[in-house]
């Protein structure tokens, strides 16, 4: 088989286009299609007349290719229906156990929370042991890891049990990561390591007993962390998101160094250099999704920022034009050079 189309389908899996099963299967069939010819190329032995050429009579019969085995799928809309479904019942149970968690004992929150985890993420591990059921695996798992965080919490409680409880979720979610390599445990990865920020922010860095002004800065730093966290685990899994995730983690640290005293600078430069390194993947890999959430970045924090800094609504249009100025000559630059790779050589 061809390496370069195993390079291909590598590229398409990582960069969310293609699922691997999808995959397997162009796979399988470009094997199955290929088959015959190497079985016909055998039986033929060297110096023939139809191996030296193909203008015979022969190489004009028509080949019979086996027609490779078609991938069964369940229908979308019953996978949709079943999701609908499952959310629903997700959501009464979690309505009536936030309705009378007032009147419930430590006792009985720990075996409520536990039990909700080890059912979801069982049922999970379940799935993607007996099925193909990728979707809904990685789904259930997220919403695992995040319930089995929070049962640790509530049966650790204080500050330790914040802390404990964002480890004990995040180990799930990188575990789920490695074996399911969802899009939904992406996203569970990322609340997980932003509600990890916070703790750490509140609980560890800047305790109640001492007062500190840094306390946004050093949250905007955290989200600046989480954000190379996810662009590496783009390199691996689904680029796409995680890529994406990176840029929205982006916008929050943008948005902690606004609140910081004379962070605006600094937010600037944040919210500019994440939409930055998004608009350039958008340029390699052409995946709109990257335009999007860059230039949404883009629109919120450069007239917040420019707005604080100069106080006065002509520095933020001042402001804005060279910005969309510098934007233009970017892309008139990426276009140049696309054109240049794309255009044969004389």
Known sequence: M???LDDELSRLVSAGVLRPYQAEALR???EADAEPLRADDAAIPPGTARDATTSGADSAAPRTFRTPPAATHSSALTEVLGYIGGALLLGAVALLTVANWGGMGHAERITIGTTAAV??????V???????????SSALASLGCCVAGFATYVAVEG????IAGVAVALTLAVAGIWWLAGSSLLVATFAILAVGV????ADVLTPD???SANSAGIAGTGFILVAFVMAMIGLVRDQVTAWSLAGAAMFSSSVCWLIQERGEVMALAVGTAGPAALLVAYGRRDVSAYAVVGCSILLVIWPISLYQLTDNVAG???????????LLIAVLVLTRRQRGLVEPRP
Do not use: C, D, H, K
């Open 2 to 4: 061809p390496s370069r």
């Open 316 to 326: 933020v249009a001042v402001g804005l034009v060279v910005a969309s100025t510098a």
């Open 159 to 162: 500050e330790t049990g914040r």
């Open 198 to 201: 916070l703790v750490i922010t």
């Open 119 to 124: 059912a979801l993420l069982g049922t999970a």
């Open 209 to 211: 007993n001492a007062e």
């Open 126 to 136: 379940l799935l993607a042991l007996v099925g193909r059921r990728e979707q809904l």
């Open 28 to 30: 399988t069939a470009a």
